[in-house]
């Protein structure tokens, strides 16, 4: 599989590739907290419709639950990695305010100096 993956990876345009990609990432921020709940010390995630009409999910411990008290999550993905399943949260976060920009210096590599700085002030 992980063959034909590649060979087919390597005919097809980027174009279709970041087209998909770029969908991917809409339907993603398009639906935050979507099949996943944490509730005290669990982890309850919601594994879709039986063939009976009842709905499935499963609940995991989860004692690290207390660090995203207070915290926007917007996603949830479940990675598998070296035999260890973990679940990897993205959290919203307020950014700092910017301070103004006043002066800027571009450095630029040279082979006789270590670098010729131009700043905004000439």
């Given at each position: 599989?992980?063959?034909?993956t ?24 398009d ?15 919601s594994?879709?419709?039986g063939?009976?009409r ?6 995991i ?7 995203l ?28 305010i ?6 800027v210096?571009?450095?630029?590599p040279?082979?006789k100096n ?9």
């Amino acid at each position: 599989m992980k063959l034909k993956t590649q060979v087919l990876l390597k005919v097809v345009h980027s174009s279709p590739l970041k087209n998909t990609a770029l969908r991917i990432s809409q339907a993603i921020q398009d639906e935050p907290n979507k099949g996943f709940k944490i509730k005290n010390q669990t982890l309850i995630l919601s594994l879709g419709m039986g063939q009976d009409r009842k709905q499935r999910t499963i609940t995991i411990s989860m004692p690290e639950a207390h660090l995203l008290k207070d915290q926007t999550v917007r996603n949830l993905r479940i990675v598998f990695e070296l035999g260890t399943y973990s679940a990897v949260f993205t959290v919203q976060k307020q950014l700092p305010i910017q301070k103004p920009i006043s002066k800027v210096i571009a450095l630029d590599p040279n082979r006789k100096n270590l670098a010729y700085g131009v700043g905004t002030d000439g």
